[in-house]
């Protein structure tokens, strides 16, 4: 704590915009995933398919990524985002707009919907690399965690860049050559840009809010460099077509697969060591989503010397992305909101009044609920693959594990608004 600057902190309305829209997203995909039912995972470049990793990736978790960002740049970094309210509700609303119409044009619905996805989310996007490049410039420190956040945003930038030019090529605007590109924006966004930005964040957020010891300086001094590094040799080797590449292509991915296996195994030791052994529902989604990562990147190094299972990249995108970061990400917002809420109301308080206990803003048994229900539509996912009438009960739980969410989130949001509100009118 001694370390924030909390000081600088934004609004509290800029990130919540962010974080109380996400969880709708996880309704959609529930609503995708049952109208197409067994017929889901039939190829993994199916209008469903695409539609719903989109909607995952840049509707829920790189929302609420930004939200966090916009919020921890100024608190962590020492950095404020130059006029934070008004850039934060155009990013918001571009970002979201911009989401919903990608989808439905991935989905099938039409090539304007899929431009207009386009062109609102290079607003959006674009819009908050430059506010992010601008203060991380200014940032006066230089530790682990400002470093990862600045990889992490290259990172994205790569991906944006390469998904426009795949998405280009869908609506005819563009004619490349799709399959060399395909594998690079799925890793700089997935590893580089989530990968990369929960790494980096950890290092602040876990030994804070996890009570655990902090990550060891020789981890944190390379790793997040490190994972940069090897994503830009293997995008390389990738693309070359010269004796050797191959070899040196496999090899660099199998030492992203031990970077992020590291990280993993890192963290789940750091928690073993915790001061205070309490499993509360934020512990319980970082162990599901780190033994996720662990699963996945052994499933991959599994893959490079057998044959690939037809659905093993499905597998690999349900571990990652929904067993290891939508876990992560659901599991900090259960500590993220509750003390952005007991933080702003208590330095609104008069001296020796207290805001309410941040177990208080949010019932860990509201957030274990909401867990159950998680874990069980990630169980029932993987399930699907080999017996796919469990899609129907997965997206079921799905759906109601994003409600379940948005309605503890927005119970914590409630409380600063009333009490808020009551402080206001006895000034």
Do not use: E
Not at 85 to 90: D, F, K, S, Y
Not at 143 to 150: F, K, P, Q, R, W
Not at 331 to 341: A, D, E, N, S
Not at 386 to 391: C, E, G, K, R, S
């Amino acid at each position: 704590m001694t370390s924030l600057s909390m000081d600088q902190a934004p609004p509290i309305n800029a990130p919540f915009r962010f974080f109380l829209t996400a969880p709708f997203f996880l309704v959609g995909i529930a609503v995708l995933l049952l109208h197409a039912g067994t017929q889901v995972w039939v190829s993994r470049w199916s209008g469903t398919l695409l539609a719903v990793t989109h909607l995952l990736t840049l509707g829920f978790l790189s929302m609420t990524m930004a939200g966090a960002l916009l919020q921890m740049l100024p608190v962590v970094v020492g950095s404020p985002v130059p006029r934070v309210q008004g850039i934060a509700r155009v990013i918001h609303l571009s970002w979201l707009l911009g989401t919903v119409c990608l989808a439905l044009g991935l989905y099938g619905w039409g090539v304007i919907l899929l431009r207009t996805g386009v062109g609102l989310l290079s607003a959006a996007i674009g819009l908050f690399l430059w506010v992010s490049a601008y203060s991380l410039a200014r940032a006066p420190m230089r530790h682990a965690t400002v470093l990862s956040m600045a990889y992490a945003l290259l990172s994205f930038l790569f991906a944006f860049t390469l998904g426009i030019a795949l998405a280009g090529t869908l609506s005819g605007d563009f004619s490349l050559v799709v399959t060399s590109f395909i594998a690079m924006h799925q890793a700089w966004g997935l590893v580089g840009w989530m990968g990369g930005l929960i790494i980096g964040i950890s290092y602040q957020v876990v030994p804070m809010f996890l009570l655990t010891p902090a990550y060891p300086a020789r981890i944190t001094r390379w790793l997040g460099g490190a994972l940069c590094g090897l994503l830009g040799a293997w995008s390389v080797t990738g693309w070359l077509s010269v004796a050797g590449s191959v070899w040196w292509h496999t090899v660099f991915g199998l030492m992203l697969a031990m970077c992020l296996s590291l990280f993993a195994t890192v963290t789940l030791w750091l928690q073993y060591k915790r001061r205070r052994k309490i499993f509360d529902a934020t512990q319980q989604f970082w162990r599901i989503g780190l033994f996720s990562l662990l699963i996945a990147c052994g499933v991959w190094v599994v893959l490079q010397v057998m044959p690939s299972w037809s659905h093993s990249s499905i597998l690999l995108g349900i571990l990652f992305l929904y067993g290891f970061v939508t876990a992560l990400v659901q599991g900090m917002l259960y500590k993220i909101i509750p003390f952005l809420v007991w933080f702003h109301l208590q330095s609104r308080l008069p001296k020796g009044q207290f805001a309410p206990n941040m177990k208080q803003l949010i019932l860990d048994r509201h957030a274990h609920r909401q867990m159950l229900v998680y874990l069980a539509s990630l169980l029932g996912l993987l399930s699907s693959l080999v017996w796919p009438v469990l899609i129907y009960p997965s997206a079921l739980a799905m759906g109601v594990s994003g409600v379940l969410l948005w309605r503890n989130l927005l119970g914590a949001a409630w409380q600063y608004r009333t009490r808020y509100a009551t402080l206001t009118n006895s000034t």
